[in-house]
T-cell receptor, first 114, second 108 residues
């Protein structure tokens, strides 16, 4: 089954404790992206990757890191999480970042930082 | 000004009713447009793309008005299962911008 898989689904952590949210897609998509969703703000892009070893900042990259060493995986790293990073996170992929390529989303990671 | 703006609703409608709502975008160079559906903080799923001439998919009709820079979604014969948040997504300069969503609640 074609899908984008994120783990974990839920995560509660404390300020400053490094964490990684994994994202993997099995569709051979070139483009992958991370979003956070907060009430009233819609989805905001954190980082994206056009292909292996190519990553770029989105609208809200501060406090996050990513890597794209393999085509299928695009982990999101929070080196020192803070409470303002409490949010719902989605990973997404598409065949390429073309004008007409809709996104396939993972099922989300709900992160709480205390 | 936000790049994509939506009326958050909620739109509360009875089963069988028609409901319609708009989404405005600020980038006149935007090239493609989509409606996504999101259930209860689950992942967004593509509902339909929006084409220049307007398009239908069953009970759903999407329209694009480039002159006024808005897209619309109309749902006919609403079902309980249509209750969801509908996200407007605009692609301009190879960047996707999301609206905050319009919530629709269909009641029996």
């Amino acid at each position: 089954e074609a899908q984008v898989t994120q783990n974990p689904r839920y995560l509660i952590t404390v300020t400053g404790k490094k964490l990684t949210v994994t994202c993997s897609q099995n569709m051979n998509h070139e483009y992958m992206s991370w979003y956070r969703q907060d009430p009233g703000l819609g989805l905001r892009q954190i980082y994206y990757s056009m292909n292996v070893e190519v990553t770029d900042k989105g609208d809200v990259p501060e406090g996050y890191k990513v890597s794209r060493k393999e085509k299928r995986n695009f982990p999101l790293i929070l080196e020192s999480p803070s409470p303002n990073q409490t949010s719902l996170y989605f990973c997404a992929s598409s065949p390429r970042q073309g004008v007409y390529s809709p996104l396939h989303f993972g099922n989300g990671t709900r992160l709480t930082v205390t | 000004r936000k790049e994509v703006e939506q009326d958050p609703g909620p739109f509360n409608v009875p089963e069988g009713a028609t409901v319609a709502f708009n989404c405005t975008y600020s980038n006149s160079a935007s090239q493609s447009f989509f409606w996504y559906r999101q259930d209860c903080r689950k992942e967004p799923k593509l509902l339909m793309s929006v084409y220049s001439s307007g398009n239908e998919d069953g009970r759903f009709t999407a329209q694009l008005n480039r002159a006024s820079q808005y897209i619309s979604l109309l749902i006919r014969d609403s079902k309980l299962s249509d209750s969801a948040t509908y996200l407007c997504v605009v692609n301009g300069d190879y960047k996707l911008s999301f609206g905050a969503g319009t919530t629709v609640t269909v009641r029996a």
